[in-house]
């Protein structure tokens, strides 16, 4: 009967200190998940940070000059409705153009 006993003590006493190492283990990588969550959420910030310098107008402007491009007049715009389709697309007429 007693060993029976220190049996099921023994037995109780890995299974608490199994679950002990476990739960101390779970904790380690919580942790670990917690920081990189927030390394992420700085590079997303960081991201978003970059992606608002680049589309700043102040910047673009130069750039699409330099490339010929300008503001449309009012009307070159072309306002298509959701769902609307057309069967074909207007054409833009431009300078030099020698096509059909």
Not at 6 to 17: C, E, K
Not at 35 to 41: D, K, V
Not at 63 to 87: F, M, S
């Amino acid at each position: 009967m007693a060993l029976c006993a220190v049996a099921a003590l023994t037995a109780a006493t890995v299974r608490l200190v199994t679950e002990r190492n476990r739960s101390v283990q779970l904790g380690y990588e919580l942790a670990a998940a917690a920081g990189e969550q927030r390394a992420l959420e700085e590079e997303l910030r960081q991201l978003r940070i970059d992606r608002a310098a680049l589309l700043d107008p102040e910047r673009l402007a130069p750039l699409a000059n330099r490339h010929g491009l300008r503001t449309p007049t009012p009307d070159e715009i072309v306002v298509v409705e959701p769902g609307e389709r057309h069967a074909e697309a207007p054409r833009r007429e431009t300078e030099g153009d020698d096509g059909p």
